[in-house]
Structure formats: C-alpha cells, structure tokens
C-alpha cells in the first residue's frame, strides 16, 4: 500500500502563490514519476506537471512558466510552486505516484497512487 498525503492549498487572490506538498508513504521500494493533476468543475481531469526520478520535467503549456515542480526524494516529497495564479487555475489539484512497491514478502509490483486532492481558489 502507497499512500499520497497533499497540503497547501486553499484561497488566493489573482496574481498571487501557492505552494503544494505531496508526501508518498508505505511499502515503496522505489519511484518512477510523481506529478501533480487539476480538475475543475465540469472538466476532466488534466497533467498539470510530472517530474521523473532522473529529475526530467514535463508541463502543462498553460502552466509553464508559473509553475514549477521539485521532488525530494529522501523524504518522497513533491512540491507544486505555482506563482501568478489566474481563476482558471482554480481546480481540485491531485497528486500522483508511479512506481514500485514491495511487500513483506519482498515480492515487487508496479504501483499507481493518487493523493486524496487539495483545493485551490484563485478569486478576488
């Protein structure tokens, strides 16, 4: 079992930064991406960044150059920097793991967690 536990969410107004934490727990024996997903109401639910374990990172167009996404990995921790905020960045944010995880019988299995989702608002 991998768990996904997000923060930082909440009200801000247009212009303005967020910070979003994920932390991954559990029986993980190693990571390959985590990232971070958006869904607003009515929409489905869309990439807003990935990072790998190699470090490489991929963004959404309409994110890039606001956002930017870091991982730590001694403590399995993915951050979300979003800066100059727009209401339609405004969305139930969902943090995601890929990788693998072992048992207490030391058997390997791929893995596909989500975090339970934060809310961010961006009004005035």
């Known amino acids: 079992q991998v768990q996904l536990v997000e923060s930082g969410g909440g009200l801000v107004q247009p212009g303005g930064s967020l910070r979003l934490s994920c932390a991954a727990s559990?029986?993980?024996?190693?990571?390959?991406?985590m990232g971070w997903y958006r869904q607003a109401p009515g929409k489905q639910r869309e990439l807003v960044a990935v990072?790998?374990?190699?470090?490489?990172?991929n963004y959404a167009d309409s994110v890039k150059g606001r956002f930017t996404i870091s991982r730590d990995n001694a403590r399995i921790t993915v951050y979300l920097q979003m800066n100059s905020l727009k209401p339609e960045d405004t969305a139930v944010y969902y943090c995601?793991?890929?990788?693998?995880?072992?048992?207490?019988?030391?058997?390997?299995?791929?893995?596909?967690?989500w975090g339970q989702g934060t809310q961010v608002t961006v009004s005035s």
């Open positions: 995601n793991a890929v990788g693998t995880s072992r048992n207490s019988d030391f058997v390997l299995k791929s893995f596909g967690s």
């Open positions: 559990g029986s993980i024996f190693s990571i390959n991406s």
């Open positions: 990072i790998t374990s190699g470090g490489s990172t």
